[in-house]
């Protein structure tokens, strides 16, 4: 099959890893990619803004780029781009009066598929370790993106492609469905509003104690990744006080049969301090320690297509292990 490759502006600018991840796990399978050139944004941003006129000549470069060349299907490793694709480039198209452009970009959009809904859909991908080679002996969360949920209505595609991964520990994220807070422009508008949804996200990926988070959207894992790499290096989160905070507590020997067991404690409504009130033993401290505030250092942000493209020959390293991590992410 002949897939064509839509980088996203984002992954190009940012994680140009992530498109050769993707290209690499195609190839792996037997496939012809290539890489319409001429390509740039889908206008996402714009859309976003309300920007329509502005919108319509990114629309129509993509539409442009991509039937130029011949191809079966195109792929993006990332929801958001390919959820505007669908739902908002026809719309835009028409509200301008381009009936024409409309009907392209429509067309352009129904062969576009996210990497998870492209591998398991289309390909028959359903076991990451088995079909790809696919090995990443690390402890994994993961963040599912606010598009690849609502829009694309991916389920659990993401999910079951990694926790197919030969050794890998996948580790349930509490609240995974609540934002991270980036949407985009929205991050930039209500600076106040998506810190602190990130804090409330950093805090949940840190109280699992996975190595890395992962997830299918560069843009979402450049937000989390950043709120991590603040935390370690500032030792707190910034932002207003949480809608909803998740502390790590441990149970007293009475509790489950003597064990002294750590458990995730969702609280709705708490606020940053909730975590110094006194405790049984009468205690307050000055400051949360990282177990009384669920916090762990270490966590790093990397996108699904470079765990599934991790094999034994050739494996995705971590931090632990010498990787670089700029920004919060994996390089």
């Given at each position: 099959?002949?897939?064509?490759?839509f980088?996203?502006?984002?992954?190009?600018g940012?994680?140009?890893?992530?498109?050769?991840a993707?290209?690499t796990?195609?190839?792996?399978l037997?496939?012809?990619?290539?890489?319409?050139?001429?390509?740039?944004?889908?206008?996402?941003?714009?859309?976003?803004?309300?920007?329509?006129?502005?919108?319509?000549?990114?629309?129509?470069?993509?539409?442009?780029?991509?039937?130029?060349?011949?191809?079966?299907?195109?792929?993006?490793?990332?929801?958001?781009?390919?959820?505007?694709?669908?739902?908002?480039?026809?719309?835009?198209?028409r509200?301008?009066?381009?009936?024409a452009?409309?009907?392209?970009?429509?067309?352009?959009?129904?062969?576009?598929?996210?990497?998870?809904?492209?591998?398991?859909?289309?390909?028959?991908?359903?076991?990451?370790?088995?079909?790809l080679?696919?090995?990443?002996?690390?402890?994994?969360?993961?963040?599912?993106?606010?598009?690849?949920?609502?829009?694309?209505?991916?389920?659990?595609?993401?999910?079951?492609?990694?926790?197919?991964?030969?050794?890998?520990?996948?580790?349930?994220?509490?609240?995974?469905?609540?934002?991270?807070?980036?949407?985009?422009?929205?991050?930039?508008?209500?600076?106040?509003?998506?810190?602190?949804?990130?804090?409330?996200?950093?805090?949940?990926?840190?109280?699992?104690?996975?190595?890395?988070?992962?997830?299918?959207?560069?843009?979402?894992?450049?937000?989390?990744?950043?709120?991590?790499?603040?935390?370690?290096?500032?030792?707190?989160?910034?932002?207003?006080?949480?809608v909803t905070?998740?502390?790590v507590?441990?149970?007293?020997?009475?509790?489950?049969?003597?064990?002294h067991?750590?458990?995730?404690?969702?609280v709705?409504?708490?606020?940053?301090?909730d975590?110094?009130?006194?405790?049984?033993?009468?205690?307050?401290?000055?400051?949360?320690?990282?177990?009384?505030?669920?916090?762990?250092?270490?966590a790093?942000?990397?996108?699904?297509?470079?765990?599934?493209?991790?094999?034994?020959?050739?494996?995705?390293?971590?931090?632990s292990?010498?990787?670089?991590?700029?920004?919060?992410?994996?390089?």
């Open positions: 099959m002949k897939i064509a490759l980088a996203t502006c984002i992954v190009d940012m994680y140009p890893e992530v498109a050769q993707t290209v796990i195609l190839r792996r037997g496939h012809e990619v290539t890489f319409p050139s001429g390509q740039a944004c889908c206008g996402q941003m714009h859309i976003n803004s309300g920007k329509f006129e502005q919108a319509e000549p990114v629309i129509n470069n993509h539409v442009r780029a991509f039937t130029s060349t011949e191809w079966d299907v195109a792929v993006a490793p990332s929801a958001s781009c390919v959820a505007s694709l669908g739902h908002q480039q026809p719309m835009v198209a509200r301008m009066g381009n009936e452009l409309a009907t392209a970009a429509a067309d352009v959009a129904g062969r576009t598929y996210e990497l998870s809904q492209l591998l398991t859909d289309v390909l028959g991908v359903t076991d990451a370790a088995a079909d080679g696919s090995y990443f002996p690390h402890s994994v969360t993961y963040h599912p993106s606010c598009h690849g949920m609502r829009l694309l209505r991916l389920g659990d595609r993401q999910s079951d492609l990694i926790r197919s991964v030969e050794d890998i520990e996948f580790i349930e994220l509490p609240l995974a469905d609540a934002c991270c807070g980036f949407g985009g422009t929205f991050s930039v508008k209500n600076p106040e509003v998506s810190s602190a949804m990130l804090a409330d996200k950093a805090r949940t990926i840190q109280a699992t104690g996975a190595e890395v988070c992962t997830g299918g959207d560069a843009s979402c894992l450049l937000h989390i990744g950043g709120g991590l790499s603040r935390f370690q290096r500032t030792g707190r989160f910034e932002g207003t006080p949480d905070a998740v502390h507590k441990e149970t007293s020997a009475t509790d489950i049969g003597g064990d067991t750590e458990h995730l404690t969702a709705v409504g708490a606020d940053d301090d975590h110094l009130t006194a405790g049984e033993h009468g205690t307050s401290p000055a400051e949360p320690s990282q177990m009384q505030s669920g916090l762990r250092v270490g790093s942000t990397v996108h699904l297509a470079r765990i599934l493209a991790s094999t034994k020959e050739d494996p995705l390293r971590v931090q292990e010498g990787a670089t991590v700029s920004g919060g992410s994996l390089r």
